[in-house]
């Protein structure tokens, strides 16, 4: 790809998406500039993000429409991922160490995925349903437990974020002692923006130590598993082989990275904002648990766009070309904006209702389609599924308080909220 020519004298649009001040906005106040963006003709042009890392970016193109998410998704050759898909400028070694083959294009894309997907079995997949809906009840009656000492209860520690760790802790084959640092290495790696996690000076050096938490673990189960294969999912990942190639040790080391901070913090926020939504509309917990079986399926699929967990994933431009009546040039980056795709008012009748029994619901939470779309969307699901069937059944009357938020123009995520039983 060559460096965009026109990048540096290009006019920056008065809506700045990219100042700390905008992601310090909550969620529908930030839709309101979206909306705005999506009214207008073409693509806007925005200034870089503030970064932790030196750089020579200058500037992205904001894509906000659902039909142009969809459009970039579809055409990998068109738009790559392995010039580093984080709307914030950061070196593309350590977008990958992070990302791992998120970060690839096709064929190279295609044959880890293949390698992945190869890991879920049929019997893998029997055995993670098990556990999650063992995990499910285990952690309802812990939380309603709680509930009843009459003090308030954060539902993000009590709930949200016990089920994806447990779950991915269980299924790769974590040793329990490594548990807790791992799930607070994948909480911490999506939220480095945040100054609860770590200042300004010391975001860069914070972000690296958890990234090695996470590789080393990974390496290491790898390793393991090499040398006394078990019953779970790391072994299944050393073992299976595509087009005569297998995951390297570091392979499985940037594999773990990726699995336990998207497989933890999507599904985590997911569960909070949902839970906070249907608590705020008790009637709608009503009418889902008049048919849960037939309803549930229809009612994930809006939590995910209603939360849209993942805010954004960047791609660059391979070659000219043109996106919306827009010319783009080879090299400059777009920002696709799920959180804004996800409310366009084109694809989704009254897109600020939380609407449970919506239906069709073409969210673009698990990514706008094409090759990168989110292969842990299935256990996703099941996590939200079994959770939300033992909560709602068994819920009592609550207060759920106003939400305290991560800052990230990355996660849509909650840090804390607090729950008392009436």
């Not at 970064?51 to 050759?77: M, N, Q």
């Not at 939504?277 to 917990?285: H, S, V």
Request: negative net charge; aromatic residues 8%.
């Amino acid at each position: 790809m060559s460096n965009a020519s026109t990048a540096s004298t290009r006019p920056y649009h008065s809506l700045d998406i990219s100042a700390s001040s905008f992601w310090d906005l909550d969620f529908l106040e930030r839709e309101k500039t979206f909306a705005q963006l999506r009214a207008l003709d073409g693509l806007t042009w925005h200034r870089p993000t503030e970064s932790l890392f030196p750089h020579e970016e200058k500037g992205y193109w904001a894509v906000t429409r659902h039909a142009d998410i969809r459009y970039v998704s579809a055409h990998p050759e068109l738009f790559c991922s392995s010039a580093g898909i984080s709307m914030d400028p950061m070196p593309a070694e350590i977008q990958k160490g992070i990302s791992f083959f998120l970060t690839m294009d096709p064929p190279e894309h295609t044959r880890y995925r293949r390698l992945i997907s190869m890991a879920f079995t049929p019997k893998q997949v029997r055995t993670i349903e098990e556990q999650i809906i063992a995990n499910c009840k285990e952690i309802v009656d812990e939380f309603l437990s709680d509930l009843d000492s009459g003090e308030p209860v954060d539902f993000v520690q009590s709930v949200s974020k016990k089920l994806p760790m447990r779950t991915v802790s269980q299924m790769i084959g974590i040793d329990p002692a490594n548990h807790e640092a791992v799930a607070y290495a994948a909480e911490a790696l999506f939220s480095t923006s945040d100054d609860e996690y770590a200042n300004i000076e010391e975001r860069a050096t914070h972000m690296m130590a958890q990234l090695g938490v996470l590789t080393q673990v990974g390496v290491e189960l790898a390793q393991k598993r090499r040398a006394d294969p078990q019953d779970d999912l790391m072994t299944n990942i050393v073992q299976a082989e595509v087009d005569g190639h297998r995951l390297t040790d570091d392979e499985a080391g940037s594999f773990m990275v990726l699995l336990a901070s998207a497989g933890n913090d999507t599904t985590k926020q997911a569960t909070s904002h949902a839970f906070k939504a249907l608590t705020d509309n008790p009637e709608k917990i009503s009418w889902l648990l008049e048919d849960w079986d037939e309803r549930g399926p229809d009612a994930v699929d809006e939590f995910v766009r209603w939360s849209t967990p993942v805010i954004e994933f960047a791609r660059h431009a391979v070659v000219d070309t043109e996106v919306a009546g827009t010319q783009v040039e080879a090299g400059e980056k777009l920002v696709l904006f799920y959180c804004s795709g996800n409310f366009d008012a084109d694809v989704f009748d009254r897109p600020l209702e939380f609407d449970v029994g919506r239906t069709p619901n073409p969210h673009v939470g698990f990514g706008g389609g094409g090759p990168h779309f989110c292969l842990g969307k299935q256990l996703a699901v099941l996590e939200l599924k079994h959770l939300f069937r033992e909560l709602l059944t068994r819920l009592p009357k609550v207060e759920v308080s106003d939400p305290e938020y991560v800052h990230s123009d990355f996660v849509h995520g909650i840090k804390r909220m607090s729950v008392r039983k009436l």
